[in-house]
């Protein structure tokens, strides 16, 4: 299954951009790149997903590199309630077939500063 | 909608004993999972279903057991409990999940279980 390497945590001002980024070197050509935010101790959200191009979506923008080797979350005006940890994940097909599995990394934590 | 519900919240366990940590969603999806989060760490995958009646194994599936008898539920049964296994431990269900992507996973809000 491809990793994905992401940054420990990071800062942002609220209501400034906020470019989270993620590496997946090994990822294969059809394996969906997904983010999800989770809270304290809740359940992890969807935010977005993509394959090659990119997305946008009420909650944020996809951006994917031409080569799929690396992509970038961007919260375009962050606010206090987007503090959270961010996951960025590959979507693979299980060796069944039958299904994917999505693949979690370790996430980012994101503050979000007043 | 009340989405996916998972019961209990929270269970103390001494090794050795068993339980069933209960989900159901009322989405009507077919695709429905068992993960385990680990301090720090990102969720693993358990167990997975495609429909009712089939179930496979994920990632980590030692120690664990899943049945799938209904759409809307998908127990996990853990029998003799050890410590390993204190964790905290997500359901999650989706509508597709196929060559077009898994698209959203819709999560419960956990089962915190401490194995002592």
């Known amino acids: 299954d491809a990793k994905t390497t992401q940054p420990n945590s990071m800062e942002s001002n609220e209501e400034e951009p906020v470019h989270l980024p993620c590496n997946h070197s090994?990822?294969?050509?059809?394996?969906?790149i997904h983010w999800y935010r989770q809270l304290p101790s809740q359940g992890p959200e969807y935010v977005i997903h993509?394959?090659?191009s990119n997305v946008n979506n009420r909650m944020a923008s996809l951006a994917i590199a031409e080569d799929r080797k690396s992509s970038t979350l961007i919260l375009h005006r962050a606010t206090l309630r987007d503090a959270a940890v961010y996951y960025c994940?590959?979507?693979?097909?299980?060796?069944?077939?039958?299904?994917?599995?999505?693949?979690f990394g370790s996430g980012t934590q994101l503050t979000v500063l007043p | 909608n009340a989405g996916v519900t998972q019961t209990p919240k929270f269970r103390i366990l001494k090794i050795g004993q068993s339980m069933t940590l209960q989900c159901t969603q009322d989405?009507?999806?077919?695709?429905m999972y068992w993960y385990r989060q680990d301090p720090g760490m990102g969720l693993k995958l358990i167990y997975y279903?495609?429909?009712?009646?089939?179930?496979d194994k994920g990632e980590v599936p030692n120690g664990y057991n899943v049945s799938r008898s209904t759409t809307e539920d998908f127990p996990l049964r853990l029998e003799l409990a050890a410590p390993s296994q204190t964790s905290v431990y997500f359901c999650?269900?989706?509508?597709?999940?196929?060559?077009?992507?898994?698209?959203?996973?819709?999560f419960g809000p956990g089962t915190r279980l401490t194995v002592l």
């Open positions: 279903s495609v429909g009712a009646g089939i179930t």
């Open positions: 090994t990822i294969s050509g059809t394996d969906y």
């Open positions: 994940i590959t979507d693979t097909i299980l060796s069944s077939g039958s299904a994917r599995q999505l693949t």
């Open positions: 999650a269900s989706s509508h597709r999940s196929g060559t077009g992507g898994t698209g959203e996973q819709f």
């Open positions: 989405m009507n999806h077919n695709y």
């Open positions: 993509g394959l090659t």
